[in-house]
């Protein structure tokens, strides 16, 4: 499952003792695991390799530098959903024709920098980032579409560059995929994409259209989703549609099935990715047997088991009938519980023998309950409430587990806090892939006012 294990009550990442990193480095630090990440994308491919999906990577679980160097050198193709996303994925070297670009409001020069590297906004840094020209880039393989006000305007900015842009239309499925209401993506009710008539009338509408090629659909149900039925019900949706529109003349040639696939946040919790591949294979075959490339967008399942985030113990006080850990980080670090009531396991890095965690089970008996709480000044800042922990004192070290995935990509710097250090355990080599937050960076913006020049022409 993952590559964090416990030799003689020290917790390993790979070859590392996690107390010796956070010796290094300090808390609170997120450390990833590089086999545990390789080990997933060797096994997600291979789960799917009949079908020879494109696999993007979503950037959005975990945008790292080092992590999306590592996971394009792994071989995958990147889903971004923002222009500086895209910036990233350019820069760890990914080919744009390997990146679909995603999300319900792009803006123009969002779009034009997807199009044409020549408006890429890191045109004038490149010495700085010592990165090439991003104007030889190349458009983004497909450019999703969520509304026709978008396509509208993709349409317009690809006109203005003189190219014609492969766009993909992200289908309202109208599926429940049961996962938590914020991060359900494809109910009839939710913002994103756009319901099956609206797609099948965008399709004849755009056909003939000079600068843009509907090359196919989107569809991304929400996440974490722990059994394959959602993914069958949209497929069996999109087979209809791509029926009807390549029978009014449109042809497909893309499907993005999105991502969602759980992984472990609890022991046994996530079906293995054969038992979703076995169940999708059989409905894809025959799209893939018309000429249809098949695009999943795997994020949480690539990194939320290839990261820990290790936390000090600050403070220990019990009142209220509670037991509060108080730690150097929370919410501003690691949200999901606050955000979604989410679950991580969490455990002392260091532990007496017998304490070593068998499995990641949440019960541990004899063990009393604790809430292991940040320093922000919320009631609703906590990492588990009511979990089971051996007794822990100051400066004790906890980990979180699973939290390589929407960690450190949902951090903040909320009440002043710098954003957390990460690093990466590769076999017995550590990696310092980002600094923790200098004080100064965070005060910097705000050190200068200046005054606003309003053009006369738009004054009152
Ligand atoms: C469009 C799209 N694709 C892929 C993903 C990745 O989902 P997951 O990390 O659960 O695989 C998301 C997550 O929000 C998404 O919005």
């Known amino acids: 499952m993952d590559h964090f294990h416990y030799i003689s009550g020290r917790l390993h990442a790979e070859g590392i003792a996690a107390d010796t990193l956070a010796d290094a480095l300090g808390t609170p630090l997120y450390v990833y695991s590089q086999r545990t990440m390789h080990d997933h994308v060797t096994r997600f491919r291979a789960a799917f390799a009949e079908i020879d999906p494109l696999l993007c990577y979503a950037v959005k679980a ?13 071989g995958m193709g990147m889903d971004v959903v923002s222009g ?62 969520e509304s026709r006000s978008e396509l509208e305007r993709i349409a317009a900015v690809a006109a203005e560059l003189g190219i014609r842009a492969r766009v993909a239309i992200r289908l309202n499925p109208d599926i429940d995929a049961g996962a938590h209401d914020h991060t359900t993506t494809g109910r009839a009710g939710d913002k994103f994409g756009v319901p099956a008539d609206l797609a099948a009338a965008l399709c004849a509408d755009f056909r003939a259209h000079p600068h843009v090629e509907i090359a196919g659909f989107h569809v991304h149900l929400g996440s974490p989703i722990y059994k394959p039925d959602p993914y ?11 029926d009807r529109v390549e029978s009014e003349g449109t042809t497909i040639t893309h499907l993005d099935l999105g991502g969602g696939i759980g992984a472990d946040y609890e022991t ?18 025959p799209l893939v047997a018309r000429g ?3 695009a999943l967008e795997p994020g949480r399942t690539i990194m939320a ?8 113990v600050r403070h220990v006080k019990r009142q209220g009938g509670r037991r509060f850990v108080i730690c150097d980080a929370g919410m501003n670090a690691l949200i999901r519980p606050s955000l ?7 455990w002392p890095i260091q532990v007496e023998p017998g304490l070593e965690p068998a499995d990641r089970r949440f019960e541990a008996p004899g063990v009393e309950p604790c809430d292991v709480v940040g320093p922000v000044c919320e009631s609703g800042d906590f990492l588990a409430r009511g979990i089971h922990l ?31 250090a990460e690093a990466l355990a590769d076999a017995d080599r550590a990696v310092l892939l980002r600094p923790r937050q200098p004080a100064f960076d965070l005060i910097a913006p705000g050190l200068a006012e200046s005054a606003v020049s309003i053009p006369a022409e738009i004054r009152a």
């Open 62 to 74: 975990c945008s790292n530098l080092g992590i999306l160097r590592r996971l394009v050198e792994a």
């Open 292 to 294: 249809v490339r098949i």
């Open 84 to 145: 500086i996303e895209l910036e990233r994925a350019w820069l760890a070297g990914c080919p744009m024709d390997k990146v679909v670009f995603a999300g319900v409001g792009k803006s123009d020069d969002e779009i034009r920098a997807a199009l044409d590297g020549r408006h890429s906004p890191l045109r004038d840094r490149t010495g700085d980032l010592n990165a090439g020209d991003p104007a030889a880039r190349g458009p983004v393989g497909v450019l999703n579409t």
């Open 268 to 285: 046994g919790q996530t079906p293995p990715f054969s038992t979703f591949a076995e169940a999708m294979i059989p409905r894809l075959r």
């Open 305 to 312: 088991n290839a990261g820990v985030l290790i936390v000090t």
């Open 340 to 346: 979604y009531g989410a679950k991580h396991f969490i």
């Open 232 to 242: 069958l019900q949209a497929i069996d949706r999109l087979t209809t549609l791509i």
């Open 390 to 420: 051996p007794e822990v004192q100051r400066g004790d070290r906890l980990a979180v587990f699973t939290a390589g995935a929407y960690g450190m990509t949902m951090a903040s710097t909320y009440n002043d806090q710098p954003l957390p």
